[in-house]
């Protein structure tokens, strides 16, 4: 378990929900209660254009603030690990969503969790990040980072794709169904899960290979394999996409390679130190639910 602090809590740069206007009102009780405690908060620019306030631009607030903080659901939290990856800043997710597997401050903690950051009660977890990059036929590439999952499947719903895999230089197998998602420990509990894959301890640094509804009479199952494995993946003669985090898509096309590794530095979450993931599946998944 990690023993990380913030070096100071002076400053704390917020994102948004995207197209989500309606959000003001609770950004501002927000704000208030970080400045309240003497931390000074400042807006993405495009987010501040969303509720008609001033903002600066991204890496600009990136580079100023001590922590940065998601107001919405997993997938804004997603975006801002991904985007703010290269400055190190750790990530806190305060959920006005509705799951919250990773944006985990509820609205009614927030007083708290402000009250436990000041007295350094609370943790900074290191999660697996992805790194990445689609090499296309003429030598291009195409770089990205996901926390979660990359998935490749077809750009065109009910259309089958067949996707190669090697496993550190060596061919390893060929999924024919749907699609293919290699997910992060953190990411075991979104698309993977849905998937039929196995839910990971999110500290772990492992990759879990899930197919997707695999068209074969043998029975295709998921496969969990080290982090300082390289994964190679191609859709011989299929069009395909993949979709990064659920948010950034690219097309791969014959002669097309998608390479996936473990990224050299983790994502930093920031957490209350109280929260228990055991707990947290108990309650998103409703395992268990019954009287003990």
């Not at 378990?1 to 917020?14: D, V």
């Not at 922590?67 to 975006?79: A, C, H, M, R």
């Not at 990359?150 to 259309?159: D, E, G, L, Y």
Request: include cysteine; aromatic fraction near 8%; glycine fraction near 8%.
């Amino acid at each position: 378990m990690s023993h990380q602090k913030l070096e100071q809590i002076k400053k704390a740069g917020f994102i948004l929900k995207p197209d989500a206007p309606e959000i003001k009102p609770l950004y501002e009780k927000i704000k208030a209660q970080f400045e309240a405690r003497g931390i000074s908060v400042t807006l993405a620019e495009r987010s501040a254009n969303m509720i008609d306030e001033k903002g600066v631009p991204f890496e600009t607030m990136c580079k100023e603030v001590d922590f940065l903080v998601s107001l919405g659901g997993d997938g804004t939290l997603l975006s801002l690990v991904r985007r703010s990856y290269m400055y190190r800043k750790p990530v806190v997710g305060i959920n006005a969503g509705n799951l919250g597997f990773l944006a985990d401050i509820t609205i009614d903690d927030v007083d708290i969790f402000l009250e436990q950051l000041l007295s350094e009660e609370y943790r900074i977890d290191d999660r697996m990040m992805i790194e990445g990059y689609l090499k296309k036929g003429s030598g291009e590439k195409k770089e990205f980072f996901a926390l979660n999952d990359v998935v490749i499947t077809s750009p065109q719903p009910s259309k089958m794709v067949k996707v190669n895999a090697s496993i550190d230089g060596e061919r390893f197998n060929s999924y024919r169904g749907d699609g293919l998602i290699i997910s992060t420990p953190t990411g075991s509990t979104a698309y993977n899960l849905a998937a039929g894959g196995p839910v990971v301890y999110p500290l772990t640094k492992a990759f879990i290979m899930t197919p997707i509804s695999a068209h074969s009479l043998t029975n295709q199952r998921p496969l969990v394999v080290p982090a300082d494995f390289d994964i190679e993946l191609d859709a011989e003669k299929y069009e395909a996409i993949a979709m990064v985090d659920g948010q950034e898509r690219y097309e791969i096309e014959e002669g097309d390679i998608l390479y996936i590794g473990g990224a050299r530095r983790n994502a930093k979450l920031i957490h209350r130190k109280e929260r228990n993931y055991f707990s947290i599946l108990r309650e998103k998944l409703h395992w268990g639910d019954r009287q003990w």
